[in-house]
């Protein structure tokens, strides 16, 4: 186990429905990430938070809203989604992700498997 | 900018094979290189990093990579590879002196044969 956390592993959800992924991680880390993974495709990065502050969102969809309320909690609020949002959701953590000689390395949860119907 | 290219989708190696798994970039800077692996139904796990220093790094379950600034290449390497090395690789590279995250490849699908 890296010590990242996410819940739900799976979810189906319709497209009119609204739902939260939560990622937690006990790594004492200070930064966390929303990446998007689909197949066939590299990793998206979605948004970065460091220190609690978001400091990148990658010109993702209102659609998508994350939260982080603290340095070990990351939310990713889904309203409205479409199909083409069908993917896995990683969360990662790292001690830090500010600063032009950052070099640390980021941990993985294991994902949330999501469908859209 | 940066960006990071593996050519190879998928690569078979028989058991007790060494094994290669390729990596290119192309950044504007000195590079951070890292390289994942991706069991199924599960996370990015890390496996090494290359920062600075030794050419040749080794990393998690004996796996090696060596950084080759002239290629600039990082590929991913082990000596004698086993079945359950069978998984999704990703390379990522991130430049020195950036306020840019990772940028990771599309992964390379390393099957090992009994």
């Known amino acids: 186990e890296t010590g990242v956390t996410q819940t739900p592993r799976h979810l189906v959800m319709g497209m009119t429905n609204k739902k939260s992924l939560k990622c937690e991680q006990h790594?004492?880390?200070?930064?966390m990430y929303w990446y998007k993974q689909s197949a066939k495709k590299p990793l998206e990065l979605m948004f970065v938070?460091?220190?609690?502050?978001?400091?990148e969102n990658n010109s993702v969809p209102s659609r998508f809203s994350p939260e982080c309320p603290n340095s070990s909690h990351l939310f990713l609020h889904l309203h409205t989604l479409q199909p083409e949002d069908s993917a896995l959701y990683l969360c990662?953590?790292?001690?830090?992700?500010?600063?032009?000689?950052?070099?640390?390395?980021?941990?993985f949860g294991p994902g949330t498997r999501l469908l859209v119907l | 900018a940066q960006s990071v290219a593996q050519p190879e989708d998928q690569v078979n190696v028989a058991e007790g094979n060494p094994l290669t798994v390729k990596c290119t970039y192309s950044?504007?800077?000195?590079?951070?290189l890292f390289w994942y692996v991706q069991y199924p139904n599960r996370g990015l796990q890390f496996l090494l990093k290359?920062?600075?220093?030794?050419?040749l790094v080794k990393g998690s379950y004996g796996f090696e990579a060596e950084f080759n600034k002239s290629q600039t290449s990082f590929h991913l390497k082990k000596p004698s590879a086993l079945v359950s090395d069978s998984a999704l690789y990703f390379c990522?590279?991130?430049?020195?002196?950036?306020?840019?995250?990772?940028?990771f490849g599309s992964g390379t699908q390393l099957t090992v044969l009994p």
């Open positions: 990662a953590s790292s001690q830090d992700a500010g600063g032009p000689t950052q070099q640390e390395t980021q941990y």
């Open positions: 790594l004492g880390h200070n930064a």
């Open positions: 938070y460091n220190f609690k502050e978001q400091t």
């Open positions: 950044v504007s800077g000195n590079p951070y």
């Open positions: 290359y920062i600075t220093g030794d050419n």
């Open positions: 990522a590279v991130r430049v020195s002196g950036s306020a840019r995250q990772l940028t």
